[in-house]
């Protein structure tokens, strides 16, 4: 099955509305990352998170390996948050990151 | 300036021919990666270099093989491209376990 899942698999957002992602692992994550890759298709960093939780502007992302899941929050979307949002997850003395499929995000005025 | 540099960005080769996809990346990191994205399944692993000639094959590596022969240089190569190899590739690096930065990719089709 898969290692990193992420839910919804696509989403519709109001301008100015909040929402949150998710990743669900079955491995046992020590490091998640997330990133956007936006319609040109480049893949951007949004955080790097041991255990804990990061914010960054109208991001803010936790992530709890006891529970072995992790979050993104985006506050006030905006037009500009659309794209694909993907987490990756590694284990402990592991280097190879495991992607999940990505949320399909898309803003709408 | 932190990058990582992918050669060429877009590709079209007939089948049966070799591929050589290249990656550099200024930063010094020692380990590289090479992953494959395809519609609805995310990117998947093909090779990961630990350093110089340190490779070890990830969740695809059927079909692929590496060279890494510079700390900058990570090279990705078809021997005898299938069409089930058309796919965006996508080099990263990082500084052990830590942030991935991405190449903005290679379009490949294989006719």
């Known amino acids: 099955g898969d290692k990193v899942k992420q839910s919804p698999s696509a989403l519709s957002l109001q301008e100015g509305t909040n929402s949150a992602l998710r990743c669900n692992f079955s491995?046992?994550?020590?490091?998640v990352q997330w990133f956007l890759q936006n319609p040109r298709g480049s893949l951007i960093n949004l955080f790097y998170?041991?255990?804990g939780t990061k914010e960054n502007g109208r991001l803010k992302s936790a992530f709890d390996s006891k529970e072995s899941y992790s979050t993104l929050h985006i506050r006030d979307a905006q037009l500009e948050d659309s794209g694909t949002y993907f987490c990756a997850a590694v284990g402990a003395g592991n280097y190879k990151y495991v992607f999940g499929a990505g949320t399909r995000l898309k803003v709408i005025a | 300036d932190m990058k990582v540099t992918q050669m060429p960005r877009y590709l079209i080769k007939r089948m049966g021919e070799n591929v050589l996809l290249e990656c550099g990346q200024d930063?010094?990191?020692?380990?590289m990666y090479w992953y494959r994205q395809d519609p609805g399944l995310g990117l998947q692993l093909i090779y990961i270099s630990y350093d110089v000639d340190s490779n070890s094959e990830g969740d695809i590596p059927k079909g692929y093989r590496v060279s890494r022969k510079k700390r900058e240089h990570f090279s990705l190569i078809l021997d005898s491209a299938k069409t089930n190899q058309t796919s965006v590739y996508f080099c990263?690096?990082?500084?052990?376990?830590?942030?991935?930065?991405f190449g903005a990719g290679t379009r490949l089709s294989v006719l």
């Open positions: 930063m010094s990191h020692e380990t």
């Open positions: 990263a690096s990082s500084l052990e376990q830590n942030t991935l930065y």
């Open positions: 491995i046992a994550a020590t490091t």
């Open positions: 998170l041991v255990p």
